[in-house]
């Protein structure tokens, strides 16, 4: 059925329309096992005969798009206005398309694949088809992309860092299941939706044992949750799912596109560097770009100004992304000769509050500061004597209590949030299970900005345990903002070398000895702030971040399957046989 159709509100941010649209909904497309995809079809009237196509592969239904409800499921509208024919598919067995679609990685790579092969021999099309859309379907265009589809000739992927292997669909991170938001995503995108429960307290639920009997202790159809959440990082069933690593070969020029909050802005900078190094022709490796905004998960396009990020204002963050979007598309799809003109990377510098840009990353000019920390033995808390300089770590151990039955909370699950972003610390900087090492305030002002880790000598009462460390930017009013954090489980330290992007070293689990103490690396993605004078920079470290992260039960048994808990007594050394410390990315 084709119908000509207008876009509501949700349009009002975009440029203004060329054409109008004509949709085609619940067109069939044919799979190579005999299943079809349903997709919709958005034309623009009069455009051409053969136009360039922009594919958005989605598991969240396409029917939102129709009616351009809202700025994020206008996009259809918006490129189809400007010339481009817009293809909205639901994934396999999920809405209309058929098969199963139970496990949400399994058929990503093969069913794009053919896609995109489909859509180049209609009649409608020039034979060009760029990928686009966020979280999922960003990570739907990677897994995509590295098939090397002869149709796709680009991809705009947003949040897409789930698609490498070592942070497989962003809800694993060194080891640790990220359950905060990760289980209701699970929950929420069941094919079979109607048969669950309709009312949960995600809350109370997650406090729950067994981790990998959530789904079943409340009724819910069968997902793929307890695979997910079971399995060693190690495991060959991970090879199933065709992540991005270091074996990969894509061919197409990509515009990353991601936030400083995202669970996985890291691994999109990883992913660019990536796809500059390993793409199989030069063309390729000189065309990938990356932007990141301040925001949260796939909101960079937020024209909300002054935004606030969680509770964090962070200035006026409007930057000209429909235009980028729109000049890309039009030089991959329609023209193609020659690079793109724009710089390599931007980002935008909070605290400062403004877009910077550079051709590389981590920045050219970046120095990485270690800052060590140091103490009288008493750094529990904000109140205590941690102290954070460039000078030497000195003092005696600090010593906490991680007790998995009362984990130090995620700041903004206080709030009732599970999302990541800036959430005011000092609540949780009370705790005494909380190690707080802070500067002086700084005289001048100091941009931090790349990679960040953490590198800790510490020992523990339990066989196995975790060691979060954050990044902070304390305000001179006392406001206390987190920036980043990571993880890092005792028992995979062999696996989760901070600076590694892939699994090639890993030994196995590794249970610690009690008392003994170990070097353990912490990964903790990236950031990009201005620390402004009068402002300290703070570094907490603690074993949870819950429900953010899963809990570590202490016990060295399976911190999945298992219901049984144990305190561990922790203790964070900082001396010169074992100097503890953050490496920060500091640029002149």
């Not at 939706?193 to 981790?211: F, V």
């Not at 990009?528 to 703070?538: A, D, K």
Request: aromatic share 12%; charged share 20%; proline share 7%.
């Amino acid at each position: 059925m084709k119908s000509t159709v207008t876009c509501t509100a949700g349009c009002t941010e975009y440029p203004k329309a060329r054409y109008e649209v004509e949709l085609e909904q619940d067109v069939r497309i044919p799979m190579t096992d005999g299943f079809g995809l349903y997709a919709d079809i958005y034309r623009p009237r009069g455009a051409g005969e053969r136009l360039p196509t922009i594919l958005i592969r989605t598991p969240y239904s396409k029917e939102p798009y129709r009616d351009g409800r809202d700025s994020k499921h206008a996009v259809p509208y918006m490129f189809a206005g400007q010339g481009f024919i817009v293809v909205v598919q639901d994934v396999r067995g999920h809405f209309r398309s058929e098969g199963e679609g139970i496990r949400v990685a399994d058929s990503e790579a093969g069913d794009g694949y053919h896609t995109v092969a489909w859509i180049a021999s209609q009649s409608w099309s020039n034979g060009k088809v760029g990928g686009y859309g966020c979280s999922s379907l960003g990570i739907s265009q990677v897994m995509m992309a590295l098939r090397q589809p002869p149709a796709l000739a680009t991809i705009l992927p947003q949040a897409s860092g789930g698609a490498m292997r070592n942070r497989p669909r962003d809800m694993i991170v060194s080891g640790v299941p990220e359950i905060g938001w990760a289980f209701q995503w699970y929950y929420d995108l069941q094919p079979a939706r109607s048969q669950a429960p309709d009312k949960i307290d995600y809350h109370e639920l997650l406090r729950t044992l067994p981790l990998a009997d959530m789904n079943e202790r409340i009724g819910a159809p069968p997902n793929d949750w307890r695979d997910w959440v079971t399995h060693e990082p190690d495991d060959p069933w991970w090879d199933q799912f065709g992540f991005f690593d270091e074996s990969s070969r894509p061919n197409v020029p990509a515009l990353f596109v991601n936030s400083w909050y995202d669970v996985s802005v890291n691994e999109t900078l990883d992913m660019f560097n990536a796809f500059k190094n390993q793409s199989t022709t030069e063309r390729a490796q000189r065309n990938q770009f990356v932007i990141i905004s301040p925001t949260g998960h796939c909101q960079s396009e937020s024209t909300q100004t002054p935004f606030v990020v969680g509770e964090r204002d962070v200035g006026d963050i409007r930057h000209d992304y429909w235009s980028t979007y729109l000049r890309w598309f039009n030089h991959w799809l329609r023209d193609g000769r020659g690079d793109f003109e724009m710089p390599r990377i931007q980002y935008y510098l909070m605290g400062a509050n403004r877009w910077k840009s550079a051709d590389s990353w981590p920045l050219p000019e970046t120095r990485f500061v270690p800052y060590y920390f140091s103490s009288g033995g008493k750094a529990n808390t904000s109140n205590g004597d941690g102290i954070l300089s460039t000078a030497m770590g000195s003092g005696p151990a600090d010593h906490y209590r991680y007790d998995p039955a009362d984990p130090t909370p995620s700041p903004e699950s206080i709030r009732g949030r599970a999302d990541g972003s800036a959430a005011d610390q000092r609540e949780v900087d009370l705790r005494p299970d909380r190690l707080v090492y802070q500067t002086e305030p700084l005289r001048s002002g100091m941009e931090v900005t790349g990679p960040l880790r953490a590198v800790l000598y510490v020992s523990s009462s339990a066989p196995d345990t975790d060691f979060v460390v954050m990044l902070s930017d304390v305000y001179p009013d006392g406001r206390v903002y987190n920036l980043q954090k990571g993880i890092a489980r005792a028992r995979y330290r062999e696996a989760y070398i901070a600076q590694a992007r892939y699994l090639e070293d890993y030994r196995g689990p590794s249970l610690l000895t009690p008392g003994k103490v170990y070097r353990i690396e912490v990964n903790m993605e990236a950031t990009g702030n201005w620390f402004g004078p009068g402002h300290s920079i703070r570094v907490q470290v603690a074993s949870s971040c819950f429900p953010h992260y899963a809990r570590n039960l202490n016990t060295g048994g399976d911190n999945a399957t298992e219901s049984a808990t144990a305190i561990a007594e922790n203790t964070l050394y900082h001396d010169r046989n074992y100097p503890s410390h953050i490496i920060l990315p500091v640029v002149p």
